[in-house]
């Protein structure tokens, strides 16, 4: 019975200290969430410039496309 009252009572002190941790944990998770959403955010508006810049690339070279085309046309 005694050495069932010290594991009992060594394992309540071992919750007590991971219960101390709980704010510390709850800040930390709030950190992360607000720096992971921050990082959907930039991600986000990284990948809307990179579709705008693709399909200006595209209008570009449509436009290249039809320049040669008009000169080689000329040309006969």
Same mark, same amino acid.
């Given at each position: 019975m005694?050495?069932?009252? +010290?594991?009992l009572?060594?394992?309540?002190?071992?919750?007590?200290?991971? +219960?101390?941790?709980?704010?510390?944990?709850?800040?930390?998770l709030k950190?992360?969430e607000?720096r992971? *959403?921050?990082?959907?955010q930039?991600?986000g508006?990284k990948?809307?410039?990179a579709e705008?810049?693709r399909?200006?690339?595209?209008?570009?070279k *449509?436009m290249?496309?039809?320049?040669?085309?008009?000169?080689?046309? *000329?040309?006969?």
């Amino acid at each position: 019975m005694a050495e069932e009252l +010290v594991r009992l009572t060594n394992q309540n002190d071992e919750m007590e200290e991971m +219960v101390k941790e709980i704010p510390k944990l709850k800040v930390q998770l709030k950190d992360l969430e607000q720096r992971h *959403n921050t990082i959907l955010q930039m991600y986000g508006e990284k990948a809307e410039e990179a579709e705008e810049l693709r399909l200006d690339l595209e209008d570009v070279k *449509n436009m290249y496309k039809t320049q040669i085309d008009e000169l080689l046309k *000329n040309q006969k």
